[in-house]
């Protein structure tokens, strides 16, 4: 089957501007199994198209939305509202994609069905758990998050870097507010690159959410995926990419959050060598090396600053949660089912996702969420020819990487309902980017 143009290669940005492009298939020949198809008017399927990409930058402005709001005895952040009404109104404009470069279904099924196994576990652990009150705030965004990432995938017709692009402009509201924050000198006390220093005139920004490293932890997501778009497709879009890196990466500076600027810097070096060397062995060889370099840089740097400083004091909360999810079977299993210890309570939980997320799902739970990341990540490694070609695709496996190995160790991402969901969409945009660049099959 012979696919249509790459709508990313030329000054196009989305369907909308080929109606052609986005209209009701073809149906087969009578006798065939299909159903003789109406017409679609061609200025119908290009407003549909328009509305429902609207709705997609809707959700990804979204996902920057930390703020929480309440009616009666509910509680939500505003992520989470949008983000139901948004799938909805996709999962009505959008059309079937029939071009073959939306997610493969193996690789679909596979992501959509990590995400309903954990909504699953979280309803079990709702409905047996004394706190199920409390645990209703980890249901619901497990629940959007699958529904996100089974129709989203099944509904757009557009190249993924299309998608990508419009992931970072979601991000340009929060960034502008940062900005307007730095040069008015509002933020949330005063941090450095040392950590939170008495004494230190530097001021964190939040954007619309209520801490720094919060704010931090969301724009990594965006920031990666924009250094990509710089290398792909129209000089227009390449040309925004630039300027959105420059305006991304000083908000994202801005919060003093070293795990996410850390995060980033992991990202760039993987991006590098995934550009540069045509062989996955000579890859593999040079981030040894990089990561070599990178452990003397951080035994030079805990000589001389003490490792409480550095991190905040976070291995002794690791310390405490190793010790209570290992005193009790049920919370081995299980997580927590009454309350949560007043000691993470105070400190707002682990500062870790691994723990954070064994914490709150228990052993099975913790197995899920690695499975859903190494499994793509292995896609990524073993597609090395694809991230080559597709430079938003390297970008955000690079930042994935960089994610899990930095950001997540020394956070609390994914413990909020925005920043789950903005965990899923880069996510199901980095299955996109990778599907898209591959010519063949997925690798099983």
Not at 24 to 40: F, I
Not at 186 to 201: A, C, F, Q
Request: aromatic share 14%; with cysteine; net charge positive.
């Amino acid at each position: 089957m012979t696919l249509p143009p790459r709508w990313g290669d030329n000054v196009q940005f989305f369907p909308m501007d080929r109606p052609e492009m986005i209209s009701t298939p073809t149906p087969r020949a009578s006798g065939e199994g299909w159903p003789e198809a109406k017409k679609t008017s061609p200025i119908w399927a290009m407003w549909r198209s328009y509305l429902t990409y609207a709705f997609v930058l809707v959700l990804f402005v979204s996902l920057s939305m930390g703020q929480y709001v309440s009616s009666g005895p509910w509680t939500v952040q505003v992520s989470e509202p949008f983000a139901g009404v948004t799938i909805a109104g996709i999962w009505a404009l959008g059309s079937p994609s029939t071009d073959g470069r939306t997610l493969r279904g193996g690789a679909r099924r596979l992501l959509a069905l990590g995400f309903w196994v954990m909504a699953a576990w979280c309803v079990i652990l709702w409905l047996i758990g004394e706190n199920w009150q409390a645990r209703s705030g980890l249901v619901w965004p497990w629940i959007i998050c699958a529904l996100l990432v089974t129709i989203l995938p099944s509904k757009l017709q557009a190249d993924w870097n299309s998608i990508a692009f419009l992931f970072v402009l979601g991000a340009i509201p929060l960034t502008a507010m940062a900005f307007a924050q730095h040069f008015a000198g509002v933020g949330y006390g005063h941090k450095s690159l040392l950590g939170w220093v008495t004494g230190t005139s530097t001021v964190p920004v939040t954007g619309f959410m209520g801490f720094p490293n919060d704010m931090a932890g969301y724009l990594l997501w965006p920031l990666v995926v924009s250094i990509g778009l710089v290398f792909s497709g129209s000089k227009l879009r390449r040309t925004i990419s630039t300027l959105c890196v420059v305006l991304l990466g000083a908000a994202l500076l801005w919060t003093y959050s070293r795990g996410a600027l850390l995060s980033v810097l992991v990202a760039v070096v993987l991006f590098t060598v995934l550009l540069l060397l045509r062989h996955r062995r000579d890859a593999l060889i040079a981030l040894l090396v990089a990561g070599l370099v990178a452990g003397i840089a951080a035994a030079l740097v805990l000589a001389r600053y003490p490792i409480a400083q550095l991190t905040s004091g976070r291995p002794l909360l690791w310390a405490k949660t190793l010790g209570i999810i290992g005193s009790d079977r049920l919370w081995l299993l299980f997580g927590y089912l009454s309350v949560i210890p007043p000691y993470l309570r105070v400190w707002w939980y682990p500062h870790n996702i691994y723990l954070l997320s064994w914490m709150q799902f228990g052993l099975l739970g913790f197995l899920f969420l690695v499975a859903i990341v190494g499994y793509l990540l292995r896609l990524g490694w073993l597609s090395f020819d694809a991230l080559r070609k597709g430079k938003a695709a390297a970008a955000l496996w690079s930042g994935t990487l960089g994610f899990f190995l930095i950001e997540g160790m020394v956070a609390n991402d994914l413990l909020e309902p925005y920043s789950l969901l903005t965990f899923a969409c880069a996510l199901m945009i980095l299955a996109g980017l990778i599907d898209q660049a591959r010519p063949g099959p997925w690798p099983s």
